[in-house]
């Protein structure tokens, strides 16, 4: 191999690399995120007995505050429950992506990480300004939609296909 050729290849390796820590990066913020909605998702069925938070507002959880406000649901839908469809729309975009080798499931996950990054910033601020109390556990699912419509947006930019 001549030095030119093991040059370009160390560079390619570069990029691989950089390409991958960047989807596992994604895919680790979005499991997150998945089971974070997940929780919530089954409290609101289950009955919020079984939310396990750390804030006390007004003699009893914040997040049970939270939950059970009128912006805890969209026309009966729980937020949670949106929250993770989003995370599987997330997870289907990766897959999208490696299925077909585009730029349809890069956009896909963008627009995804985009929409679920400007609702977890509404709710944010209805829980500063509107129900004086915060959840933990939205604020999780907030703090890894931010780090994803970063991530996703690097990967959009990049335009770089995911090789599986």
């Given at each position: 191999?001549?030095?030119?050729?093991?040059?370009?290849?160390?560079?390619?390796?570069?990029?691989?690399?950089?390409?991958?820590?960047?989807?596992?990066?994604?895919?680790?913020?979005?499991?997150?995120?998945?089971?974070?909605?997940?929780?919530?998702?089954?409290?609101?069925?289950?009955?919020?007995?079984?939310?396990?938070?750390?804030?006390?507002?007004?003699?009893?959880?914040?997040?049970?505050?939270?939950?059970?406000?009128?912006?805890?649901?969209?026309?009966?839908?729980?937020?949670?429950?949106?929250?993770?469809?989003?995370?599987?729309?997330?997870?289907?975009?990766?897959?999208?992506?490696?299925?077909?080798?585009?730029?349809?499931?890069?956009?896909?996950?963008?627009?995804?990480?985009?929409?679920?990054?400007?609702?977890?910033?509404?709710?944010?601020?209805?829980?500063?300004?509107?129900?004086?109390?915060?959840?933990?556990?939205?604020?999780?699912?907030?703090?890894?939609?931010?780090f994803l419509v970063v991530l996703t947006a690097i990967r959009f930019l990049r335009?770089?296909?995911?090789?599986?």
């Open positions: 191999m001549s030095a030119t050729q093991d040059s370009a290849h160390q560079s390619a390796a570069r990029v691989s690399a950089r390409r991958d820590r960047l989807i596992i990066a994604i895919l680790v913020f979005t499991t997150i995120g998945f089971l974070d909605a997940a929780y919530l998702t089954y409290v609101h069925y289950k009955g919020f007995s079984a939310l396990a938070c750390f804030g006390a507002h007004s003699g009893h959880s914040s997040c049970v505050t939270v939950q059970s406000s009128p912006w805890a649901k969209i026309d009966g839908v729980p937020v949670a429950l949106l929250g993770l469809i989003g995370y599987v729309g997330l997870f289907v975009s990766y897959f999208v992506t490696a299925r077909l080798n585009g730029e349809i499931g890069r956009a896909m996950g963008f627009c995804i990480a985009l929409i679920g990054f400007g609702f977890s910033a509404y709710l944010t601020y209805r829980e500063l300004f509107s129900i004086h109390a915060i959840c933990e556990w939205c604020v999780g699912s907030a703090v890894c939609m931010t335009g770089e296909p995911v090789t599986t």
